[in-house]
């Protein structure tokens, strides 16, 4: 009987043995919700690991928020994940600089540099810095004024016709008189209001201003370009365009009330329309097709080029220690092919930019269209700027200019002042 | 001592009761029983409350190794970050409400509960039920409430003819909507307290006091009052260590806004600290909320809970 016994768990420990070295298990971390990239996902991993039946690649899901705060501990200890998901800007500087992430310059130059050649160039430059490629392109997303087509009409505002500024203002001014809430805003979450400080220095500077201000040349935040950017916002919340108890909604409220049909406009992602039936009290909303879209005005005197775009750029980083099955998979998984795949499916701007033409949404096609002819596109400057500085100071400074709370000279001191220190 | 020698009469506490073991003495059994409690204790607790202080002399951001040591530069921006001291005063006025308005209203239920008629623990369970509720579900259901568009506060508002506010979006406003949660969540636990206290109070005592003609009042004052100080001095120092580290309700709420008026300590020890990933900053108030509360509890101990 023991005799037994003890073949058995000799033969159960070498079967695990086996079991051990057949399999390389690769861990990704992602903080993706959106079923519909998720089923893509599974997809791909589970192709990749038939035609590589020794490895197996396990997801992780973690909430964006969430990942933030707890990639330090996990990159210091034994359940690092092998690939995790990344925003770009002051996070993956750091990682890099500690030696956390993989530098990834000499795979992505190999043979002749086939890899690098299947995304456009903007897409890899966006994640290389000190001459180095540090992530693996995923995909992109702009910022652009989603409108609601019946209510624009009820207040007489063709939102065609909104280039500039002074149009816009006239727009709400409008919308208000025809008793409808102009814009949904959620300055709870804070972040969606940087968005339009970002795209009104944006207009008024251009890109030499950020990448001036990001090099800590001249006046940095304090330029003109920053403090004429607060003075446009502060004179912007003071028309009152937001909806009531604007200052305690989140993201999701601001949708729902723009799914639903309360405000008529909304800066938005370039996924934002195809999700919104999800964020709908009804699931379905207003329809795809009452929703119109226009690029973020310029402004009186700006020198920014309106080309120049605003948004996301989202890719994949490698641990340093990963399993060289990572890199492989992902080369695979952001395959022009699988791109094409990916874009396929309306979820965002792929990274190469002839899948583009696989975006059948209407909206979302003129973005992906747009961010490919940018001659410049400006990360979120809570990603890029850092969680210190971009999170922390920028986000609380636009909430405060909107409220009224501090005057543009102030924040735009209080965002050089913390950027000087970094 | 020899409490273990076999010519000593009696033993009359019960370690001495023991058997007497050839290779364990009293040293040994501590050695050997404390030991895990220890090694778990030191490296669980006294270790990372090491670690934080002395993170907090570095500007770090939690990746690689702190190197950067900025001596006490994090303590100074600290105090002079104006909203620290709104998160400090916050804190203030949570403990205020806790021991003013929470306690005696948890008193107040708890004697009326605590009697036996029909019904009584159904009213105890209904009273205890916020603090079953997880903190975030509560701060997610208030929320639902306080929205001025569909919540209980504009219905209420409609109904009684007027445009209801916005309370969670207006910064004079918000921390009282918050203060009205934390009483709720809390009182139950509290009440819960006061019945254990009441229900181990002689009912001779008010029997021997009502045949002499004692009134209600009376026998509260002299009677349940005196005897429930234990309790009342215990559920004071749980509300004072509850307040300081209020969090978990303020984040689904208000996340500390509109304007960082209803930060406490801990929510801006994590949203200055750990979500701008400057861990440093971020130790430095995990070191002086620390230092705050060790202090009440040791002080609180020693003064007023001593005869316990």
Known sequence: MRFRIAIAAAAMTFASMLGASAQTTVRMLTPEKNPKINAFWESVIQEYQ???PDVSIEQQYMSGDAMMAKLPTMLSSSAAPDIFFSWGGGVMRSLS??????????????????????????AVDAFSFDGKVWAVPYKLSMINFYYNKDLFEKAGVDGDAIRSWDDFLAAIAKLKAAGITPIAVGAKDKWPVH??????????????SFIDAKAKRGDGFKSDSFVKAGELLQKLGEAAPFQRGFEAAGWGETLTDFADGRAAMVLGFSDTPENLPDSATDKKGIGQEKIGMFAFPSVPGGKGDPAETFGGNNAWLVYKDAKPEAVDFLRYATSPANQARYAALNADIPVVASAASEITNPLLKSAAESVGKSPFHQNFLDQDLGPDVGWGVVNQMVVELVTGEISPADAAQQIQDAWDLQ | MSEFAPSTPAPASSLRRLPKSPSLGATGFLVVFLAPSLVLFTTLVILPMIQAGWYSFFDWNGYGVPENFVG??????????????TALRNNGLIIAVSVVLQIPLALWLATLVSRRFAGAVFFRAVFFLPFV???????????FIYDGNYGLVASLGHALGFDPPFLLADKQWAIYAVLVVIVWKYFGFHMMLFIAGLQGISPDYHEAAEIDGASRRQRFLHITLPLLKPTIALSVFFSVLGALQTFDVIMPLTQGGPANSTQSMVSFLYLFGISRMKIGFGSAVGVVLFLMCATFAFAYKKMVLKDE
């Open chain 1, 50 to 52: 038939t035609a590589h």
């Open chain 1, 97 to 122: 600089q500690t030696g956390a992430i993989k530098d990834l310059t000499a795979d992505f130059d190999a043979d002749g540099g086939a890899w690098r050649k299947s995304y456009s160039p903007a």
């Open chain 1, 195 to 208: 968005f339009y400080w970002a795209y009104l220095a944006l207009r008024e500077g251009g890109s030499q």
């Open chain 2, 72 to 85: 006490l530069r994090n303590f100074q921006q600290l105090f002079g970050s104006s909203v620290f001291l």
């Open chain 2, 133 to 143: 509720l997880a903190d975030v579900a509560a701060g997610i259901i208030w929320s």
